[in-house]
């Protein structure tokens, strides 16, 4: 006689979910990566690099919750950014799954947590939270992924009119070390204003947060800043 | 002496726990070193004498007991999966899937001095060949589950934590049985042979398991589940809801603002990389990125929620509090939990800069004290 303490456990919750989104996912070109955790992803490469929603699940005891982010790799990016780091911090290991563009509805809509989903407790409430997700993706995921197929696209964003001075708590973020790659990305994208973006981005990094100013040392290429743009000048 | 009797006599006394270390040296040892460890099969071999399975007792309970484990007992994969590492018992699973009763027969543990020129051949056949060795251990420790679970009630120390292991893994599960004789486990290994175990939640149990210092028995097992209970109470009923009461004695603390505190990036049940090989997964965790001196730095304040002001926090938030208190510049999060990076990027270095406990008075209830840590 076995008891059921959870009304829906995590992995409950990953067979309904899958139930619900693998369909979905497959008609965009998405497919499932099996994983013997409650994790798992849904992805689509091409030949930029690849496209993923990365799925997880929260405990809320006696149900669950989903967490999820959708991804974006662009391997140009990614690459130019591996290689200034084998010199200005060789400690960080390349990652084949480092990512370029992290979101959720949770982040467009300016709510910053992982908790953002509803509780669900049976195959019913799991229907209805994946079809927040479908929701999400047809409105707003997808539309934003192809978008950012183009570099301008994502240059526009964070380098445009609308400068950002960081990615945390915006709407999407690029996946860590955004100084670096906010440079790249407008070296990439052949931004006009590539000189005025680098000055920027000095200024920024040299007031730190309690207020005091840093003197950034531009030429110092032990630096990554001033390495980045080094390594960007060599490959003109 | 008769074989049942044999295994009983040398499981005598020993942990359960303590033999299950023993597979994750073991196991461990194989895929690091690709060797098996003299120990298991030498018997001249100092180590020999305390090792917990000895291979010829073991092969040597006969064709019936072989014949068994084709059914291979849940304690099996339950016991590599807490015993060893995530992706090397991932390993050693699939390959024990694919083993018969009569590959099993050929394997004898005599034959691994044989093996080790193999492993000096390097490459292809030295993986395989260890592949095979872990596969053998494995199986025997599968011997030695059966022989404890064949003499379960005469053995009632051994059986008693067998049946709490299975409590366990069930709770993870998201079951529980009410009663232990008639499931014996056979949802582990349901679960396990269908893959839909959730691997990280028997590792986080597991380290709770050969954390508990007190006996593991039925009311540790019921007070870790009230403890979960209690945890998604204090999340949903204060965390989540930003609740104010809450947060000004959590403020506190910390030794930030209140305003500061509700306005960070808020993460549930984040992995943290300890920076040891190790990781934890802290309950509630608050962040903010800073830049200094040119870098920019994401720090962090961590809840753990406990039961009772006396539930003792886990070997590995220990290790983690050890390591915020010493300045570690090694603590990262988790990469594997890619549903999270749209709020906290993957790898990103963390700066723990204080860690609170919210504990509760031993029942499910609203009640809450806030105390600091670090």
Not at chain 1, 94 to 103: D, I
Not at chain 2, 270 to 284: E, S
Request: proline share 2%; with cysteine; charged share 30%.
């Amino acid at each position: 006689m076995i008891m059921n303490i959870w009304e829906l456990s995590k992995i409950q919750a990953k067979e309904l979910t899958i139930k619900y989104l693998e369909d979905f996912f497959l008609l965009k070109g998405y497919k499932r990566k099996k994983t013997q955790s409650s994790y798992f992803n849904f992805d689509r490469k091409d030949k930029t690099g690849f496209d993923s929603v990365a799925i997880g699940y929260l405990e809320s005891y006696p149900g669950s919750k989903i967490s999820y982010s959708v991804l974006k790799r662009i391997d140009k990016v990614e690459l130019i950014k591996d290689k200034i780091f084998e010199i200005s911090e060789p400690e960080k290991v390349p990652n084949k799954r480092s990512l370029t563009v992290a979101f959720s509805q949770a982040t467009v809509d300016g709510i910053f947590t992982n908790n953002f989903m509803p509780e669900m407790l049976n195959e019913t409430d799991v229907e209805v939270s994946c079809g927040i997700v479908k929701d999400f993706m047809l409105k707003i995921g997808f539309p934003m992924l192809e978008k950012f197929n183009d570099i301008k696209e994502l240059d526009k964003e964070i380098n445009g009119d609308n400068f950002w001075t960081t990615d945390w708590q915006m709407p999407f973020n690029l996946g860590g070390d955004f100084d670096i790659k906010r440079i790249v990305i407008a070296w990439l994208a052949e931004n006009p204003n590539f000189e005025e973006i680098v000055d920027k981005t000095y200024d920024i990094m040299s007031q730190n947060s309690d207020g005091t100013y840093y003197h950034y040392d531009r030429s110092d290429l032990s630096l990554r800043i001033p390495y980045t743009v080094h390594y960007l000048n060599t490959l003109r | 002496m008769a074989e049942e009797e044999e295994v009983r006599t040398h499981y005598q006394g020993l942990d359960f726990i303590q033999a299950l270390v023993e597979v994750k040296e073991a196991t461990l040892t194989l895929c690091n070193a690709a060797k098996v460890p003299e120990k298991y099969w030498d018997d001249k071999d100092a180590g020999y004498a305390k090792s917990p399975f000895h291979g010829p007792t073991l092969s040597g309970i006969g064709d019936g007991a072989i014949a068994e484990l084709r059914d291979i007992p849940e304690m099996v994969g339950f016991g590599l999966e807490i015993a060893t590492e995530r992706g090397k018992a991932g390993e050693l699973w699939n390959a024990i899937k694919s083993i018969t009763p009569a590959k099993i027969k050929k394997m004898a543990l005599g034959a691994a001095k044989e093996k080790l020129d193999k492993y000096a051949a390097g490459g292809n056949t030295m993986k395989h060949e260890a592949g095979k060795d872990g596969v053998q251990i494995a199986m025997f420790v599968s011997g030695a589950v059966k022989g404890i679970a064949a003499n379960g009630k005469k053995i009632a120390e051994l059986g008693e934590v067998a049946d709490a292991l299975e409590n366990v893994a069930d709770e993870a599960l998201g079951q529980v049985s009410k009663n232990v004789d008639e499931i014996a486990g056979k949802s582990i290994n349901k679960a396990l042979k269908d893959g839909d175990l959730d691997v990280l939640d028997v590792e986080e149990i597991a380290e709770e398991i050969k954390d508990a210092t007190t006996k593991v028995d039925k009311t540790w097992l019921e007070n870790l589940i009230k403890g979960k209970k209690y945890g998604q109470n204090v999340t949903n009923k204060y965390i989540k809801s930003l609740d104010d009461g809450y947060f000004t004695r959590a403020s506190k603390e910390f030794g930030i603002s209140k305003e500061e505190l509700k306005g960070m990036v808020q993460i549930e049940e984040l992995q943290i990389n300890i920076g040891n090989g190790n990781f934890a997964v802290a309950d509630n965790v608050w962040s903010k990125k800073v830049v200094v001196e040119g870098k920019i730095e994401i720090h962090v304040y961590i809840n753990e929620t406990k039961l009772s002001a006396g539930t003792a926090p886990t070997k590995r938030q220990n290790e983690l509090f050890s390591a915020a208190k010493a300045g570690s510049v090694n603590i990262t999060s988790k990469s594997i939990r890619e549903d999270v990076v749209s709020i906290l990027p993957k790898d990103t270095k963390l700066i723990i800069k204080s860690i609170i406990k919210t504990n509760g008075n031993g029942s499910v209830s609203d009640f809450y004290n806030i105390s600091k840590i670090y």
